[in-house]
């Protein structure tokens, strides 16, 4: 086969690959339709921690999470695994917080710079899987790597770890 050829055809669906993908990115929060919602996977990877949480996202009124914690356990030979899950309860959203998680969505979809090397030497890595959904069928979906510390406190962004870690203070207070 002629090499000139195989790049070309190769460049073609990449650039195929590509549009599709930038052609059919996620609503945001606050532009979902109300017969809509988006499953979210977030999972957090540390030195010694794995965080997981699905999040499922309904746009009514100011907006609202089912939350769910993936829980894992270390088995005595290092090796970590899925214990279970549980179920966490609803993160219901206030006034604003939309345009906030808005805001996520940017900061994931802009390039992200790894400015430090905390990340690849305390092996921290963060990944955020989206999925639009209406009724059963998957419409868009996206997935974002950030190898960062994140965005900072003060940036007007509402993180799904901020969020998650509300809940459970919330719950361990009752």
Known sequence: MNLKYMLSASLAVFMLALSCHAANPISKFSELSKTDRLAITYTELGCFHIFQWELTFYPKDDGYFEATEVLYETAKNGNIFEKGKEPRGRIILEKGEKKKLDALLNYYRSPIKDDNNVSSIAGFGL???????????????????DNTLGPTKDSGILTFF???KALKKAQNSE
């Open 162 to 164: 901020e969020m998650t």
């Open 127 to 145: 990944s955020v899987e989206i999925k639009q959904l209406r009724g059963d069928k998957v419409i868009a979906e996206e997935t974002f790597k």
